[in-house]
């Protein structure tokens, strides 16, 4: 069968014009992430080709997904933040470079909301949030429950920063603080089982607060360069010296040049120092008679005296005697050593 190249050059151009274009594929996918959310696999659907996408039966998009959550575009004048979010520190790098991807291809993931009279709190999205308004939008994308307690809230918050970022130790401490004064957790038993964490980890993460406001601050300037352990360890090196120490010891795990390991043998040196033997001071007195040296006294802080003395007079030598031994209750006659028993050729 022979084709003339004119009329391949036709059916190309009417091929061409007939299918989808990119466009409307794109739409088709955003369709389809609103028709089947996150927790739902959608079909696969195919376009015929030569088909366009207005001549197919698209199903109307579904109100709700399993959960009982369903899609609305809100404006973001109506959006409260969560009030127990597991997140209270957030990056803004990390805000400018999420608000360059949603300007790009726009915002890919819903957040997760309650409405709450004509109000929608955020359980869940606040990074996406933040960098919506950092680019001017108007309106969020969000999943919708009729409403959240005060727990649910904070589990989603929770579960989804634990997915997408890591949930730093400080991040845990400030929201679990708020949830026990508010009473929204009765003990920190509770909050262990909410969180799937032991409650040694949740005792040590609360004890976090325990330093000084300026230590803290540091913390906060990058909570993801300290580790629980060393935290921990702060605390107590904290109780142990005083906020400026703890502070430039801050200061040098937030730049990589401390951790655990500095931070203990630096308490350590501190309660346990290496005790140095006390070197004593004495005092020496002369004791001179017509001009001449004939002895010396000399005392320590100890307690120790000693005396030492050269009289060739008899007679003052036995007074002196005698007055030392009536002042130190000595015995009339001396102690002097057994003779040594020679020992037989």
Do not use: C
């Amino acid at each position: 069968m022979n084709i003339k190249k004119g009329d391949m050059a036709a059916r190309a151009a009417l091929a061409a014009k007939s299918a989808p274009t990119i466009g409307d594929r794109l739409r088709h996918a955003q369709d389809l992430v609103h028709t089947h959310p996150a927790d739902e696999t959608p079909r696969a659907s195919f376009i015929p080709v030569g088909q366009s996408l207005q001549a197919l039966a698209i199903p109307e998009v579904q109100p709700t997904n399993s959960s009982g959550a369903r899609f609305e575009k809100v404006a973001i004048e109506l959006i409260d933040v969560n009030p127990f979010n597991a997140r209270h520190i957030y990056r803004p790098e990390r805000v400018s470079e999420l608000a360059a991807s949603i300007s790009a291809h726009g915002q890919e993931i819903p957040g997760l909301a309650a409405k709450q009279g004509g109000r929608y709190v955020l359980a869940a999205g606040h990074y996406r949030l933040r960098a919506l308004k950092l680019i001017g939008a108007k309106t969020m994308d969000l999943m919708v429950y009729d409403s959240l307690n005060d727990r649910e809230l904070y589990s989603h918050s929770y579960r989804e920063n634990a997915e997408r970022e890591t949930q730093t130790a400080l991040d845990n401490a400030l929201s679990w603080r708020t949830l026990l004064d508010q009473g929204v957790f009765a003990s920190e038993t509770e909050i262990a089982e909410a969180t799937g964490q032991s409650q040694p980890n949740v005792n040590k993460t609360l004890a976090i607060l325990r330093l000084s406001a300026p230590v803290l601050e540091v913390l906060k300037e990058d909570p993801k360069a300290f580790a629980m352990s060393a935290l921990y360890e702060l605390v107590l090196y904290e109780q142990a010296v005083d906020t400026p120490s703890a502070l430039a010891m801050a200061k040098l795990v937030k730049d990589g040049e401390a951790g655990r390991k500095e931070i203990q043998e630096a308490r350590a040196k501190v309660q346990s120092p290496r005790e140095r033997k006390r070197k004593e001071i004495s005092r020496q007195y002369k004791i001179q008679r017509n001009g001449q040296q004939i002895g010396h006294l000399k005392e320590w802080d100890s307690g120790k005296v000693s005396f030492e003395i050269v009289l060739a007079d008899t007679a003052d030598r036995e007074a002196l005697v005698a007055e030392l031994r009536s002042r130190f209750d000595l015995a009339e006659t001396p102690n002097t050593p057994a003779p040594t028993a020679e020992m037989p050729g």
